[in-house]
């Protein structure tokens, strides 16, 4: 069965609520969970149809959220997921990284129990910088989990292109995920013949909002040494001007910014998928409502990259 993207999905990386690596939060703190999945459904409403998550958010309640706010239109919606982190849900906690061929057996079976499925539709390699032949064993037995019908496709979120195909080069493996957006564009990912679908798309909020109040328990006041567009959670200078070089082109139209952050994906490639995280159902109808806009013109995404790069 061939598994549909679209050209939009939603993250849920926020929705798992807090939880925290070698005493740091990687969370996006609190989250409402009644909101959560009226925001999920409203999703399902609005007619996006992927949902992309890890086992690790929230130590396993991202996904069990997303299991109830879908158990009764399972076959509509298209779910993804990551395996690789090793975590302790009762403390909430990341206790490490496993990249063996036994500790994916356990964590799909963890996913598809939290997730109330018996299949997963795109299961993702989350350990970005293993090395090939390990990875090669993984993706031999991805193969054995289509083969067994508890997944559907795989891929790797990485930010290496060669990772990224390398995965991809099994019969399922279809897409890659990686680190995409107006302000850090990486077109070597979206080479190949896969998808890819883009995690901070509106790099982590600075492409969606002014006002920046982020409290000490947010990843983004923690600065993590992969985190490029905060720093102290304050908005990085550079990327901040960059944001302000574009933002008249982004708005045009009637766009709101998220909009047309969005909209620059559809116009820079086929390819390319953004799925913004959300947790409320107000972000969902913002970031969906890019659709009915589409893409950029060509006139503004040239304008774009000239202004950029």
Not at 6 to 12: A, D, I, P, S
Not at 50 to 60: Q, S
Request: a negative charge.
């Amino acid at each position: 069965m061939t598994v549909e993207l679209g050209k939009l999905g939603f993250g849920t990386w926020a929705m798992g609520g807090p939880f925290t690596y070698q005493g740091q939060p990687v969370g996006w703190g609190p989250a409402d969970d009644g909101e959560s999945l009226r925001a999920l459904r409203r999703a399902y409403d609005l007619g996006v149809r992927l949902i992309d998550t890890a086992d690790v958010y929230g130590c396993g309640h991202a996904e069990t959220l997303v299991g109830q706010a879908f158990a009764d239109v399972r076959d509509e919606v298209v779910i993804a997921t990551k395996w690789g982190d090793e975590f302790d849900p009762a403390k909430r906690e990341l206790t490490g990284y496993d990249g063996t061929v036994e500790y994916l057996r356990r964590a799909v079976e963890g996913s598809l129990r939290r997730l109330g499925t018996d299949y997963i539709d795109l299961y993702q390699l989350h350990l970005g910088d293993l090395g090939l032949d390990q990875a090669a064993v993984l993706r031999d037995e991805c193969e054995a989990l289509v083969a067994a019908g508890k997944i559907r496709a795989y891929g790797w979120s990485t930010d290496d292109p060669q990772r990224a195909r390398f995965f991809c080069e099994g019969e399922h493996g279809i897409a890659a995920q990686a680190d995409i957006n107006v302000l850090f564009d990486n077109p070597e990912m979206y080479a190949g013949e896969y998808a890819v679908l883009c995690r901070r798309p509106l790099a982590m909020g600075l492409l969606a909002r002014d006002e920046f109040d982020i409290p000490a328990d947010d990843v983004r006041a923690s600065d993590p040494a992969w985190l490029l567009f905060f720093e102290n959670g304050r908005p990085t200078p550079d990327y901040f001007k960059a944001r302000e070089a574009v933002r008249d082109v982004l708005t045009s139209g009637g766009r709101t910014l998220v909009q047309g952050a969005l909209a620059w994906f559809w116009a820079r490639s086929p390819r390319l998928v953004p799925i913004p995280g959300v947790r409320t159902v107000a972000q969902v109808e913002e970031n969906a409502g890019a659709l009915a806009f589409g893409a950029l013109s060509e006139e503004e995404l040239g304008q774009i990259e000239a202004a950029l790069r």
